[in-house]
């Protein structure tokens, strides 16, 4: 069956470290993978995409992610995480000609000073 | 530019109650979509429509309606509320129906007593 996971449901980093979120997939063939933020009380924004080309694709709010074929991931990173990364985050695939996206049920990345 | 604005913000029902959802987009987008979030069930796809003159059933429509009133907006209908359909409602859109990213609402918080 299609569907993402994203194994850690809370995170807590310092200001200023790194973080990485988790996401891989089940699907026969390559995806098009997505990353959104949601932040408290809004709706959801789109991060970055992944559609073919270059495995390691730059977002908005100095995000990237990196899709690995081989491991059916699409994590996402960022060197140095601020006090307004706080949010929810969510990663989602849209598989071929299905009109639906498969989301993952979200990471909440809580941010310590 | 107001991208998609969904109204009411809050509402408050009894059971049996109807109601209707409002959301509009401003990006001349052809594709729309109502979504509903809970906590630990992630997002559910509950209509859309694919473009103007179409709608299609997500995972969860039973107990609502849609109307795709012209390219700009898209409602979504309760017509007897049940408690199980308090949630936050997101709507979104999107440019085409398959890979494009979604520009989201910033959602109604319906609560069913």
């Known amino acids: 069956a299609q569907s993402v996971t994203q194994p850690d449901i809370h995170i807590t980093v310092s200001e200023g470290a790194s973080l990485e979120l988790r996401c891989n997939y089940s699907y026969g063939a390559t995806p098009y993978l997505f990353w959104y933020v949601q932040s408290p009380g809004q709706g959801l924004q789109l991060l970055l995409k992944y559609f073919s080309g270059d495995t390691l694709v730059q977002g908005i709010k100095g995000f990237e992610a990196e899709f690995k074929r081989s491991q059916s991931s699409f994590n996402l990173r960022k060197p140095s995480v601020h006090w307004s990364d706080a949010a929810e985050y969510f990663c989602?695939?849209?598989?071929?000609?299905?009109?639906?996206?498969?989301w993952g049920l979200g990471t909440s990345l809580a941010v310590n000073p | 530019n107001a991208g998609v604005t969904q109204t009411p913000k809050f509402q408050v029902l009894k059971t049996g109650q109807s109601m209707t959802l409002q959301c509009a987009q401003d990006m001349n987008h052809n594709s729309m979509y109502w979504y509903r979030q809970d906590p630990g069930m992630g997002l559910r796809l509950i209509y859309y429509?694919?473009?103007?003159?179409?709608?299609d059933k997500g995972e969860v429509p039973n107990g609502y309606n849609v109307s795709r009133l012209n390219k700009r907006e898209f409602s979504l209908r309760l017509e007897s509320a049940a408690p199980s359909q308090t949630s936050v409602y997101f709507c979104?859109?999107?440019?085409?129906?398959?890979?494009?990213?979604?520009?989201f609402g910033n959602g109604t918080r319906l609560t069913v007593t």
């Open positions: 429509s694919a473009s103007e003159g179409t709608t």
């Open positions: 979104a859109s999107a440019p085409g129906p398959y890979n494009s990213p979604l520009h």
């Open positions: 989602a695939f849209h598989a071929g000609n299905n009109r639906k996206l498969i």
